[in-house]
């Protein structure tokens, strides 16, 4: 993080410098200067650009270091098909959501790093993006209501949709979905979610969220 800071903070310092040394060549009619000098403010405002567009980023996605546990959810049914799903995360109030179907699903936006971007020693990062149920039968999927709930916020400038969108454009990105296998919603089930390098993983931490895993 302090490398990323840094290499914000230089090139934001050399486009200010190249940005005013193309002026005053340019003013001078000194023109192959002006040139030279347009073409370094150029690429230190992309590097500055990206720096910048890379914190946001980071501040607003939460670290992952290996394995971590990062919610809780539990399950009260309201009627045969309709539950309030209870999602704890740790330093946010509860969240409620209403879920149909006999199952759910978590998905989570995922940005690991590879050469070139690794030498800035970042660790992966995450932000949880949905909360989905659904019908264990096919035919009831096409046709019954359908639920799903965005978790998260808004950002500025997001790293993981740029990856996705222009890849060419930032190498040493890799962005994707991280899921959860669907796993049964009963009443008063409840699981810790937890997330690795690649994928979020469900498990059941009472007696009814076994025996619902245990029977699926």
Known sequence: MGILIGISLVSGFFTFFFLFRTINCARRFRLVRASGAGVGCLVSATLAGAGVMLLISYWSYGQLTGEQLISRIEFRRISPEEFQARLMIDGQEDQFYILYGDEWQMDAKIVTW??????LGLDPIYQL???????????????EP???????????????????RFPALIPGIDAYYGTATYVPMVDGARYEVSLSRDALIARPVNDRAREAVGQF
């Open 146 to 164: 359908r639920t799903v709930h965005s978790l998260s916020a808004g950002v500025p400038v997001d790293i993981w949709k740029f990856a996705r």
């Open 129 to 143: 993006d949905r909360l989905s149920g659904r019908y264990a039968e096919i035919g009831r999927e096409q046709s």
């Open 114 to 119: 590879k050469p070139p971007a690794t030498i």
